[in-house]
């Protein structure tokens, strides 16, 4: 049911599903009962592409395909529904045009219309006169012009209404939420074809001092100045989060185990050279670890966390990284000089 709730094309996909099915399925069963053995087939027929459609769309997650599949069903089967049926199948044309909207994108939605107009127009079943053709046709684009602006409406609105819940509103990095969201698909993507990722967790060097000293406001200030410098100084395919407070992620990918010490210690050192609150350097301490094969998200971020912690100990204004999980032969050289 979550599922439900946090995928917008899931659900639209499933409440058509619904309404389509409780929608044919009773004239289905009128056509066998008064004989027309062939629309009763028909109208079965998509009914069962409906509902296998959404079906598939709850197993494989494809949501997409399964919208496009659905409109070509829906197109096809209201000019079939108007060649077999003449006047009365002309009805199903208006759901059809208002649906597709909805399902797949608007310009596909656009080309959809186009082709079942032109289509019923040349099939000619159901218009008596060229008068009742033209006022189909003007009636029917009317309808798809308003689903257009509706859906071109609540698209817009879903974007920004998924940008406020993905950012921090402070200081435009992304949010947590999101970050549990992309450790995971790292993880998965080192387990399925060995991308490397790596994280660094960065927090402001007594940023409580600041806040009591020149208030919230200042406080502020430096944490919108200090993710835009971080943002300007890493890579666009970097991904960098608020994970509360004062303290960030930088989430690397691909990043090579050597590479991670050095981007960290530059980091360190841009900070402390460029970012200032009244005339004075504001710091940061940095932990960062790669991600290895036996990890989740949990061990990973302990492991980060760990090094931030270590290197808040050891003076602040550095970084602490811990790479790979170091070999046996190295291990064993670790030990022999312990002895």
């Known amino acids: 049911m979550s599922r439900f709730t946090t995928d917008f094309q899931l659900a639209i996909i499933t409440l058509f599903g619904v309404l389509a099915a409780v929608g044919i399925a009773p004239f289905a069963v009128y056509r066998f009962v008064t004989g027309s053995f062939w629309v009763g087939v028909l109208d079965s027929g998509i009914v069962l592409c409906i509902l296998g459609a959404v079906a598939y769309a709850w197993r494989s997650g494809k949501t997409r395909g399964?919208?496009?599949f659905l409109a070509c069903v829906n197109t096809i089967g209201t000019v079939v529904a108007a060649g077999v049926l003449g006047y009365p199948g002309l009805f199903w044309a208006y759901p059809t045009l208002l649906a597709n909207y909805l399902l797949i994108d608007r310009m596909?939605?656009?080309?959809?219309?186009?082709?079942?107009?032109?289509?019923?127009?040349?099939?000619?079943?159901?218009?008596?006169?060229?008068l009742q053709t033209i006022l189909f046709v003007v009636t029917a684009t009317i309808v798809s012009l308003f689903a257009f602006i509706f859906a071109y409406r609540a698209e817009a609105q879903r974007?920004?209404?998924e940008a406020a819940a993905a950012v921090d509103a402070l200081t435009g990095a992304q949010n947590r939420r999101v970050l549990d969201d992309e450790l995971q698909i790292a993880v998965e993507k080192l387990a399925r074809d060995g991308t490397p990722a790596?994280?660094?967790?960065l927090d402001l060097d007594h940023f409580k001092v600041v806040n009591d000293r020149h208030g919230h406001a200042v406080g502020d200030k430096v944490l919108v100045e200090f993710s835009a410098l971080i943002r300007s100084s890493t890579r666009q395919v970097d991904r960098f989060f608020r994970y509360g407070g004062e303290e960030f992620v930088l989430l690397l990918s691909p990043v090579s185990a050597a590479s991670l010490g050095t981007i960290a210690d530059k980091l360190v050192a841009k900070v402390a050279a460029e970012l200032r609150c009244a005339g004075q350097p504001i710091t940061v301490s940095i932990g960062g670890a790669t991600l290895r094969p036996q990890d989740d998200v949990r061990t990973w971020m302990a492991r980060a966390d760990a090094c931030l912690y270590q290197a808040k100990r050891l003076g602040r204004n550095r970084a602490e990284i811990v790479a790979e999980?170091?070999?046996?032969?190295?291990?064993?050289?670790?030990?022999d000089s312990a002895r």
């Open 66 to 68: 399964v919208g496009l």
């Open 108 to 130: 596909k939605a656009v080309a959809a219309t186009a082709i079942a107009l032109t289509a019923l127009v040349l099939l000619g079943k159901g218009f008596d006169s060229p």
């Open 159 to 161: 974007q920004r209404l």
């Open 198 to 201: 790596a994280v660094l967790m």
């Open 325 to 335: 999980a170091p070999s046996p032969a190295a291990k064993e050289l670790q030990h």
